[in-house]
Nanobody, 113 residues
Framework: QVRLVESGGGLVQPGGSLRLSCAAS????????MSWYRQAPGKERELVAR???????IYADSVKGRFTISRDNAKNTVYLQMNSLKSEDTAVYYC???????WGQGTQVTVSS
């Protein structure tokens, strides 16, 4: 059974940092690209960052220079380090493995003073 379990969300002030984690199980993690998406209230889900099997990364323009995606294949975990957070980063963040359309349940990130 495939599972993607996100953690690390919460409430943070503007300018603060959070690190999201996504623990994967049920498939050979190291063989697949992994992605982080987010969905803000009233908006469509959007790609935040993706890391390929060899470790290449892509980012949405809105988070370049502030967010970093990484993976630890030994722990079957993908991370999203989020720095210099802004109110517009407020959303539910989802981990995804798109090859088989696997999605986590999401973790809420709220950036507010």
């Amino acid at each position: 059974q495939v599972r993607l379990v996100e953690s690390g969300g919460g409430l943070v002030q503007p300018g603060g940092s959070l690190r999201l984690s996504c623990a994967a199980s049920g498939f050979t993690f190291r063989n697949y690209a992994m992605s982080w998406y987010r969905q803000a209230p009233g908006k469509e889900r959007e790609l935040v960052a993706r890391i390929t099997r060899p470790g290449s990364t892509i980012y949405a323009d809105s988070v370049k220079g502030r967010f970093t995606i990484s993976r630890d294949n030994a722990k079957n975990t993908v991370y999203l380090q989020m720095n210099s957070l802004k109110s517009e980063d407020t959303a539910v963040y989802y981990c995804a493995q798109l090859a088989f359309n696997y999605w986590g349940q999401g973790t809420q990130v709220t950036v507010s003073s």
